[in-house]
């Protein structure tokens, strides 16, 4: 609370005495300010929650709709075979479908074998059935996915990365909520698989509990949910097929949410609902080299999305204004701008300010994170965990979180600058360059 | 000439009139009353018995068995295979008969072809061309048949053994593998039945149980028993598993005794045979090889030089007398030791137990070499007026004119040092046993015949 008066105090100060010049001055308490209102948001999703889970009588009516799903595969190899495996161990009545789609097969015959030596354990699972589709040519993961929903033929369609596998009540849990024939797509928590294996996982476990998980579920009940992830979405297959599938091009996952949110405003009933009970678990890289490589292909998608694609689609009277105020202020400002003026703000501070004052507020805004990511963690563990004291091993690097996240803006601003400078988007592991250059460029 | 049988008058035998002496008879019975050797038999129309009737009785015929014969109409029917196929037209009937009287002509040793083996290299050798295939008939014990083989051993042998002493002979080759089968180590049959038993027990109640494991108490269960309302929830910890490999994987054991309630990752596989309803391991089944075969170098040099070589070749320096003629000179002996008890004789029986297994064992040549040293050390221990005959491949007897009990003694310990320094040489043992008697002890009333069945009947 402090802090908060503190900035408070900066900021009258900064605008009374240098009224002109010291703008950038004023962006970090901007972004303390309009961080905090989000996560207030965020809590008040999750406590909401919290009633209904309380409130609510729950109940699961007898819908086990077929389900189809699309694993698209690269270059995973065995590990293909969890994913199988844990989809074919599904605890669901109906019939699971899986279409396992392997990209550019000449190059990935470990890939396309172990998906075949699976194919005499499948009759051991009634209702269950695996179609692998090579295909020679690679087109990309979209190209993929819109193979799979071509051959699918459940009422429910998963859209899945060859590296992730699922709780065993995945499947029951999201296609219950296709029972409501306004909700049009679904995704759940996706937790890291690989935590143990070094700093840098762990550090993105945590990120992947507070964003993916509690982000996710106090956004959800808001319907403002930000993206039905690639490696993750449940989507109903007719309204997929009415509104053509992926379109090409990187970050095919957040183009598609933006597509079915700017339905929105003329049928305000659609529903993209999270299921935290629905888990998915993925790997995530484990060198900090690995680790940058991927963010700078997310954050660079992020701004070719925005900007290439959807620049003149993102207006209140197509998404409605919930989601248009959310999307101006998660999607832009928290996710384009504020790297930009955290980097500014700080180069600025360090040159300008006193050295033992610019630690003093360094070590003020560092104070401030811990706190709330404190406050969001405990309430995580408190209320969305559902492996509580697996989870609970990231209070050890909980302290140096802020850093990591110090880090990621700072790094998602140069991503984000080498796609607009430099066409990021046309360096990616997700397709072809032949491919991503059909995309609206 | 042509024989013709026939049930009807057949118009078809008149075609053949103009080129070809013809007989039209009714049934075999009617030709062995003259019994004309023809240039070949003609079996007319399309009833089944009695095309097989004829054909296998022309195969079983001592003197015809290798005749040409042909059919007028194509009959589906194991017995085809007795046959030379379709009558040609006359012209290349007449070419067909001619280069049989060639080929026949340079068959050499007439007397030979008597014998079963003798009879199947003349046959093979009127008929250059000819592959023996087995025919496949899913109710025949053994699946496979060679009807020829069994016409020309007039039913005698187990065509597959006697393909396999052919083989070991080198007589006949194979030319093909027509297929591979197990079959009972009792009874030989084919038709088998595979069971999924369980190995604890041997039970067949057994079912495919899917199971599980929990990692955090290691309890392994039915998977029925961890659903719990739509969740999987160890019944033993109460944990909830939610991933598999990671909570949860599962075991090997699939399969469940439902009599000793032992999993078990795989059954054992019993074998049940369903024509002798033994039961055995199928590691024990016998594999049989079914070839199709033909006439091997070896058996055409046979038939042009005119030896058939078998086991009794070995034995050829003891100048065999003929059977009947040994059990009249045993006969005659008899009488005279009854008559006068002065005159004493012996009988002196060597049997051969494994002769048949050595074959397989041995070369056919190694053994030949075998038991003509053998029959060497033999003759050096009979005298000018011994007789010996054979009765069967392994059964020789001796007779010892004025030899009484004291002789008779002397000579076994001979013959028993002579087989022990053969054994020596040998790496294989020779399992032979020796019978005798001497005239002190005939019995009154027996002939010679009653009195070798006897001792036959003692070595067995």
């Known amino acids: 609370m402090e802090s908060l008066i503190q900035a408070w105090y900066v900021f009258r100060i900064t605008v009374a005495h240098y009224p002109d010049v010291q703008y950038v001055l004023m962006l970090i308490p901007f972004v303390l300010f309009f961080e905090l209102p989000l996560y207030f948001i965020n809590w008040a999703g999750v ?254 998608d992020l701004w070719y999305v925005y900007s290439n694609k959807h620049r003149s689609g993102i207006t209140a009277g197509t998404m409605g204004w919930a989601n248009f105020i959310f999307l101006l202020w998660y999607g832009l400002l928290f996710q384009i701008v504020m790297p930009f003026a955290i980097v500014i703000y700080t180069v600025y501070m360090a040159v300008m300010l006193p050295l033992y004052i610019f630690m003093l507020s360094m070590i003020l805004v560092y104070l401030f994170y811990v706190i709330l990511v404190l406050i969001q963690f405990i309430m995580y563990l408190a209320v969305v965990s559902d492996r509580k004291w697996r989870d609970s091993k990231a209070f050890l690097i909980l302290p140096a979180y802020p850093l990591f996240q110090f880090i990621t803006r700072i790094w998602s601003a140069f991503a984000i600058a080498n796609q607009v400078f430099n066409k990021g988007h046309l360096d990616s592991a997700m397709a072809p360059l032949w491919v991503l250059k059909k995309g609206k460029q | 000439m042509l024989i013709f049988f026939s049930q009807e008058a057949d118009s078809l035998a008149a075609q053949y009139k103009d080129s070809f002496a013809v007989q039209q008879l009714s049934d075999f019975a009617a030709w062995e009353r003259n019994r004309i050797v023809p240039a070949a038999f003609v079996i007319a129309g399309s009833d089944k018995q009695y095309f097989s009737s004829i054909a296998g009785k022309i195969r079983r015929d001592s003197e015809v068995f290798a005749s040409l014969c042909f059919s007028t109409e194509l009959i589906t029917s194991p017995d085809n295979a007795l046959l030379d196929g379709l009558l040609p037209p006359a012209v290349d009937l007449q070419k067909a008969i001619d280069t049989t009287n060639d080929l026949l002509k340079s068959l050499k040793g007439k007397e030979n072809y008597l014998t079963h083996q003798g009879r199947l290299i003349k046959y093979l050798w009127l008929r250059p061309h000819l592959v023996l295939q087995p025919q496949h008939e899913w109710n025949n014990p053994r699946f496979y048949r060679y009807p020829l083989l069994e016409a020309l051993s007039l039913d005698q042998a187990d065509s597959f053994e006697w393909l396999r002493n052919l083989t070991n002979a080198k007589i006949l080759e194979a030319v093909s593998l027509v297929d591979r089968q197990r079959e009972c180590m009792y009874c030989r049959s084919s038709h088998l039945r595979f069971i999924d038993i369980c190995p604890n027990c041997s039970a067949i109640d057994i079912k495919l149980q899917p199971s599980l494991h929990c990692f955090t108490c290691g309890c392994v269960d039915a998977q029925d028993k961890f659903l719990q309302s739509g969740s999987l929830v160890c019944p033993k910890c109460h944990t909830h598993l939610r991933h598999i490999g990671s909570d949860y994987d599962r075991p090997l054991e699939n399969y469940h005794c439902q009599a000793c309630h032992q999993s078990f990752m795989e059954g054992d596989v019993q074998v049940r045979c369903a024509m002798c309803e033994k039961e055995m391991n199928p590691n024990d089944l016998i594999l049989n090889e079914v070839h199709a075969w033909r006439l091997s170098d070896k058996g055409r040099t046979i038939a042009f030089r005119g030896e058939v070589f078998d086991l009794s070749s070995g034995f050829d320096q003891l100048d065999f007398i003929s059977r009947e003629l040994f059990i009249h000179d045993l006969n005659w002996m008899m009488v005279m030791t009854r008559r006068y008890p002065a005159v004493k004789f012996s009988l002196f029986g060597i049997y051969f137990a494994n002769l048949p297994e050595l074959v397989e064992v041995f070369n056919h040549t190694r053994l030949l070499q075998m038991l003509e040293s053998f029959a060497q050390r033999l003759r050096n221990l009979l005298r000018t007026p011994d007789l010996s005959t054979r009765t069967s491949e392994n059964m020789l007897w001796l007779l010892l004119p004025n030899t009484d009990e004291y002789g008779l003694t002397g000579f076994q310990k001979r013959m028993e040092k002579s087989m022990d320094q053969l054994l020596e040489e040998s790496d294989y043992k020779l399992n032979f046993r020796f019978i005798s008697m001497h005239s002190q002890k005939l019995p009154q009333k027996e002939s010679a015949e009653l009195l070798l069945a006897r001792l036959v009947g003692e070595l067995l």
């Open chain 1, 47 to 300: 406590f909401r929650h919290l009633v209904s889970e309380a409130v609510e009588v729950p109940f699961v009516a007898p819908y086990h709709p077929r389900v189809t799903c699309t694993i698209t595969c690269y270059a995973e190899g065995r590990s293909v075979q969890n994913t199988v495996i844990s989809l074919l161990e599904q605890i669901y009545p109906g019939h699971i479908e899986i279409i396992a789609v392997v990209d550019g097969v000449t190059k990935n015959i470990a890939t396309y074998q172990a998906l075949k030596e699976l194919y005499p354990i499948i009759p051991r699972y009634p209702g269950r059935s695996l179609v692998i589709v090579p295909k020679i040519q690679r087109g990309g993961r979209v190209s993929s996915l819109n193979a799979g929903l071509s051959r699918s033929r459940g009422e429910v369609f998963l859209a899945l990365d060859g590296d992730t596998s699922f709780d065993n009540q995945m499947v029951y849990y999201a296609a219950a909520h296709f029972k409501n024939p306004d909700v049009v797509a679904v995704t759940g928590p996706m937790r890291v698989r690989n935590a143990d294996k070094s700093l840098v996982a762990r550090m993105q476990d945590l990120e992947y509990m507070l964003t993916m998980q509690v982000g996710k579920l106090g956004f959800a009940k808001l319907n403002v949910i930000n993206n039905v992830p690639g490696a993750f979405g449940i989507f109903r297959r007719s309204f997929l097929q009415k509104i053509g599938g992926w379109n090409t091009g990187t970050a095919e996952d957040l183009d598609l949410t933006l597509r079915i949110k700017k339905y929105y405003q003329r049928y305000p009933h659609l529903k993209v609902e999270f299921e935290p009970r629905a888990v998915s678990h993925t790997d995530v890289p484990e060198s900090f080299a690995g680790f940058l490589k991927q963010r700078l292909r997310w954050d660079g």
